[in-house]
C-alpha cells in the first residue's frame, strides 16, 4: 500500500504565482508514484487580500483527488499557517514549504528517500539566498548563533521553514505544542527522533516579494528566545554585579585621586545613565516574557478557519 505525503503550504496575497508553484510542485510529485508514494497538497489560506483564494478554490475544483485547501477567517500568521497545516494533515509525512517557490520542490523526492531510511525529522538547511540582502543574510546568521548561546536546544543554523516530519512527530506536535507564541521549526527540531539535514540553494521567489520586514523578523527573534531561553531573565543579576563592580572601581579611583567628592558632576551624570538603562533594559526584558504569559493565559485559538475544501469534517 503507498504512502501518503502531505505537502503543506502557506499562501498569503500569492495570486501571482501559486498556479506556477503548484504546476511546478505537482510535476515533481507525480514522480513519486513509482517509489511508493501518493501525495496531497494541503494549501492554507492565510486570510489573503487578493485573489489567491478564488484561485485555490479553483485548483481545489480541478484536481479533487490532491489538492485540499483551508482558508482562516483573517489573517493569523506564518506559524498559525503551518499549524493548521499540521492540524489537518492525513499523510505519513508531511512536508512544510512556502508557496512562493523558493523551497525548491525537486527535494522532494529526496525527502522521501530518508523518509524511507527511517528518519524521522529533515532539517532544510539553506546554503545561500541570492533573493535576501546582505542584511538579512547577517541578522539571519545572528539570530542562530544568539539562539544557540541562549538556548539548551541546538538549532541547525540556517533551517528554514522547509522541513519534513513523520506521522509520529505529527502527533507529539499535535499534543502537546500547543503554544500561541510559536516557533514551529523549533519544535520540530526540540521534540527528538532520528533527524538528519538536506543542504539546498534557495531559488529565485518566482513572483511578489517577501512578507517579512526587518521590524516583524526582529519580533519573531524575540518571541523565538523567549520560547526558547530564559537566559535574558538572568541578565539582572548579571547587570547587578557588573555594576557593582564598576561602582566599586569607581569609589576606589575616588578615594585614591581625590580627598572627597569629585569636582565635576559628568562621572555622576554618565554612571547614572548608565544604571538607568541598565534598569529600564532589565524591566523590558521581564515585560516581554509577562507579554508571551498574558498571551497564553488569555488562551485564544490559534486560528480560525472560515472554509475548507476537499477535506472531511472531522
Given at each position: 500500500?503507498?504512502?501518503?505525503?502531505?505537502?503543506?503550504?502557506?499562501?498569503?496575497?500569492?495570486?501571482?504565482?501559486?498556479?506556477?508553484?503548484?504546476?511546478?510542485?505537482?510535476?515533481?510529485?507525480?514522480?513519486?508514484?513509482?517509489?511508493?508514494?501518493?501525495?496531497?497538497i494541503?494549501?492554507?489560506?492565510?486570510?489573503?487580500?487578493?485573489?489567491?483564494?478564488?484561485?485555490l478554490?479553483?485548483?481545489?475544483?480541478?484536481?479533487?483527488?490532491?489538492?485540499?485547501?483551508?482558508?482562516?477567517?483573517?489573517?493569523?500568521?506564518?506559524?498559525?499557517?503551518?499549524?493548521?497545516?499540521?492540524?489537518?494533515a492525513?499523510?505519513?509525512g508531511?512536508?512544510?514549504?512556502?508557496a512562493?517557490?523558493?523551497?525548491?520542490?525537486?527535494?522532494?523526492?529526496?525527502?522521501?528517500?530518508?523518509m524511507?531510511?527511517?528518519?524521522?525529522?529533515?532539517?532544510?538547511?539553506?546554503?545561500?539566498?541570492?533573493t535576501?540582502?546582505l542584511?538579512?543574510n547577517?541578522?539571519?546568521?545572528?539570530?542562530?548563533?544568539?539562539?544557540?548561546?541562549?538556548?539548551?536546544?541546538?538549532?541547525?543554523?540556517?533551517?528554514?521553514?522547509?522541513?519534513?516530519?513523520?506521522?509520529?512527530?505529527?502527533?507529539?506536535?499535535?499534543?502537546?505544542?500547543?503554544?500561541?507564541?510559536?516557533?514551529?521549526?523549533?519544535?520540530?527540531?526540540?521534540?527528538g527522533f532520528?533527524k538528519?539535514?538536506?543542504?539546498?540553494?534557495a531559488?529565485?521567489?518566482?513572483?511578489?516579494?517577501?512578507?517579512?520586514?526587518?521590524?516583524?523578523?526582529?519580533?519573531?527573534?524575540?518571541?523565538?528566545i523567549?520560547?526558547?531561553?530564559?537566559?535574558?531573565?538572568?541578565l539582572?543579576?548579571?547587570?547587578?554585579?557588573f555594576s557593582a563592580?564598576?561602582?566599586?572601581?569607581?569609589?576606589c579611583?575616588?578615594?585614591?585621586?581625590r580627598?572627597?567628592?569629585?569636582?565635576?558632576?559628568?562621572?555622576?551624570?554618565?554612571?547614572?545613565?548608565?544604571?538607568?538603562?541598565?534598569?529600564?533594559?532589565?524591566v523590558?526584558?521581564?515585560?516581554?516574557?509577562?507579554?508571551?504569559?498574558?498571551?497564553?493565559?488569555?488562551?485564544?485559538?490559534?486560528?480560525?478557519?472560515?472554509?475548507?475544501?476537499n477535506?472531511p469534517?472531522?
Open positions: 500500500m503507498a504512502k501518503l505525503l502531505s505537502v503543506i503550504v502557506s499562501a498569503y496575497n500569492e495570486e501571482a504565482g501559486i498556479r506556477e508553484f503548484y504546476a511546478v510542485t505537482s510535476g515533481y510529485l507525480r514522480e513519486l508514484f513509482g517509489s511508493g508514494w501518493e501525495y496531497e494541503l494549501f492554507v489560506n492565510d486570510g489573503s487580500r487578493d485573489h489567491t483564494g478564488e484561485i478554490t479553483e485548483l481545489a475544483a480541478e484536481d479533487p483527488r490532491h489538492v485540499r485547501t483551508i482558508t482562516f477567517s483573517r489573517n493569523f500568521g506564518h506559524e498559525a499557517a503551518m499549524t493548521a497545516g499540521l492540524d489537518y492525513s499523510g505519513d508531511l512536508v512544510f514549504m512556502d512562493d517557490l523558493q523551497h525548491p520542490p525537486q527535494y522532494l523526492k529526496e525527502i522521501t528517500e530518508k524511507d531510511a527511517g528518519y524521522e525529522v529533515i532539517s532544510m538547511v539553506r546554503t545561500r539566498n541570492q535576501a540582502g542584511i538579512k547577517i541578522t539571519s546568521g545572528g539570530f542562530y548563533w544568539l539562539i544557540n548561546k541562549l538556548s539548551d536546544v541546538h538549532f541547525e543554523p540556517n533551517a528554514s521553514d522547509f522541513f519534513a516530519i513523520s506521522r509520529n512527530v505529527q502527533t507529539v506536535l499535535k499534543k502537546n505544542y500547543r503554544e500561541k507564541v510559536r516557533f514551529l521549526r523549533g519544535y520540530v527540531q526540540n521534540v532520528r538528519t539535514t538536506i543542504s539546498y540553494e531559488a529565485p521567489r518566482v513572483a511578489g516579494s517577501s512578507h517579512y520586514s526587518l521590524r516583524k523578523l526582529f519580533a519573531f527573534s524575540m518571541n523565538t523567549m520560547c526558547f531561553s530564559n537566559m535574558p531573565l538572568k539582572g543579576i548579571i547587570a547587578g554585579v563592580l564598576l561602582g566599586l572601581i569607581i569609589l579611583y575616588t578615594l585614591l585621586t580627598s572627597g567628592a569629585p569636582s565635576g558632576y559628568a562621572t555622576i551624570v554618565v554612571l547614572l545613565c548608565f544604571m538607568f538603562a541598565v534598569l529600564f533594559l532589565v523590558g526584558i521581564i515585560g516581554e516574557y509577562i507579554a508571551v504569559l498574558f498571551e497564553e493565559m488569555k488562551d485564544r485559538p490559534i486560528y480560525i478557519v472560515e472554509n475548507k475544501e477535506l469534517e472531522a
